[in-house]
Nanobody, 123 residues
Framework: VQLQASGGGLVQPGGSLRLSCVDSGRSFSSNSMGWFRQAPGKEREFVGVISRGGGSSFYGDSVKGRFTISRDKDLNTVYLQMNYLKPEDSALYYC?????????????????WGQGTLVTVSS
């Protein structure tokens, strides 16, 4: 598993952004995929997770109803669609892979991590 996240940038409050995370390995369909974020001086926060088959997804309370995770098995890519962005969404966003059917909000359940992509929400 080798994860590469992209798509971060500067966006105004209320705007949208879509992050992508490509797995260049061979086991994409075997892993649940999660997104986390970390703002300066804060702990890493669970954003959401999608099951390995894509049929189930779960979100942190702070993003529920605004963010959506999806995955494309043909492209080995997981996406994080972020709508109605707020300044408090500003953070470094990481994608991560958890083995098998693991569905968890705990970072230590994820064995592989991407390098992070920076999202800044500001006017």
């Amino acid at each position: 598993v080798q994860l590469q996240a992209s798509g971060g940038g500067l966006v105004q409050p209320g705007g949208s952004l879509r992050l992508s995370c490509v797995d260049s390995g061979r086991s994409f369909s075997s892993n649940s995929m999660g997104w986390f974020r970390q703002a300066p001086g804060k702990e890493r926060e669970f954003v959401g997770v999608i099951s390995r088959g894509g049929g189930s997804s779960f979100y942190g309370d702070s993003v529920k109803g605004r963010f959506t995770i999806s995955r494309d098995k043909d492209l080995n890519t997981v996406y994080l669609q972020m709508n109605y962005l707020k300044p408090e969404d500003s953070a470094l966003y990481y994608c991560a892979a958890a083995p098998g059917s693991t569905i968890s909000s705990l970072p230590d359940r994820y064995h592989y991590w991407g390098q992070g992509t920076l999202v800044t929400v500001s006017s």
